[in-house]
């Protein structure tokens, strides 16, 4: 899909290209890519004379050649944006060129920081006024995207503290409550990676010099707003960390149950197993054995061997 957007009295305006044709009559602020065809790079190449690489969006690049500029003062710049999906949390690599005051982004699927982004620039009159203008807006919408995202990570632990924390947490609730966290653990370390590498660019783009005095401040302000995200995050960490002591916790006394279960039961099988392996012996000489009240007495002291051990363990408190 081939997106462009035009300004036009403060107003971010998007059309959707279906031919070359189209694409020439227009001036674009913002060129989007959305999984491209070979024809739409093609197009792109031919109307703005921009040279496209067929892995822009490799995740296998490495970091030195995320950020950087050309020799014709194409500014190149890769990076990760969260998808913050109920099933599959995950970050997306987009590839950014300015060239010629016309921002290129290049990217696999659907982003909701883009979606965001046109939302506010249709509705809001002179959010953009150039190209700069929205890779600072989209990394500012990412910014506030990773915001409410952690905010729903604290909502979905306190669920599961609340869960935990109750005086009985059985094996089912202590395995539920396990995969929740390893969610929740998972999408903190994604956002925290995503925050990282917004970072990265932001600084990139303030060392390059190509951003004006106003930019340059709202620059500084996405970065101070980051490293309170970047807190956030380390603080969820460790509420992470202690719900899953917790939780292994309580697993390992629900298990300690199981296990004093089978040893109480062991030692009170033993005198009977005694008494039995006695009288089970074959010697000639043996007095009980002819003995008119014997057997119902070696029945009888093996009962009383098994009661007295759980009434002594009962009495201690052994069986609680």
């Known amino acids: 899909m081939l997106n462009v957007f035009t300004l036009a009295n403060g107003r971010l305006f998007q059309e959707e290209i279906e031919r070359l044709e189209a694409l020439a009559d227009v001036n674009p602020v913002w060129v989007d890519l959305e999984n491209p065809s070979p024809e739409e790079i093609g197009w792109v190449e031919q109307r703005f004379g921009l040279s496209i690489p067929q892995d822009i969006v490799d995740e296998d690049l490495e970091e030195s050649a995320r950020f950087y500029e050309e020799d014709n003062g194409e500014l190149h710049i890769r990076s990760d944006f969260l998808i913050d999906d109920d099933e599959t949390?995950?970050?997306?690599?987009?590839?950014?060129?300015?060239?010629?005051?016309?921002?290129?982004?290049?990217h696999g699927e659907d982003l909701p920081v883009f979606r965001l982004l046109r939302l506010r620039a249709r509705r809001i009159p002179a959010l953009i006024d150039d190209a700069k203008d929205v890779l600072l807006k989209l990394y500012d919408a990412d910014a506030e995207y990773s915001a409410d995202a952690l905010e729903g990570i604290y909502d979905s632990l306190e669920k599961v503290s609340a869960r935990v924390l109750k005086q009985d947490v059985g094996d089912q609730a202590a395995g539920e409550a396990l995969a929740a966290i390893a969610r929740e653990e998972d999408l903190n370390g994604r956002i925290r990676r995503n925050v990282m590498d917004t970072r990265r660019a932001i600084s990139f783009m303030m060392r390059s010099r190509m951003l004006n005095a106003e930019q340059f401040e709202e620059a500084r302000q996405i970065l101070r707003d980051i490293d309170s995200l970047d807190s956030h995050t380390a603080f969820l960490f460790d509420k992470i960390n202690f719900l899953l002591d917790a939780t292994v916790g309580f697993i390992n006394i629900n298990q300690n149950k199981i296990i004093k279960i089978f040893s109480v039961a062991s030692v009170a099988l033993l005198p009977p197993t005694l008494i039995a392996s006695i009288y089970g012996m074959n010697f000639k000489f043996m007095p009980e054995v002819e003995w008119r009240f014997g057997y119902p007495l070696a029945i009888g002291l093996m009962l009383a061997s098994?009661?007295?051990?759980?009434?002594?363990?009962?009495?201690?408190g052994w069986l609680k």
């Open 89 to 106: 949390p995950r970050n997306v690599r987009v590839a950014f060129i300015l060239h010629n005051k016309v921002l290129f982004s290049i």
């Open 306 to 316: 098994i009661i007295s051990p759980f009434w002594y363990f009962r009495r201690k």
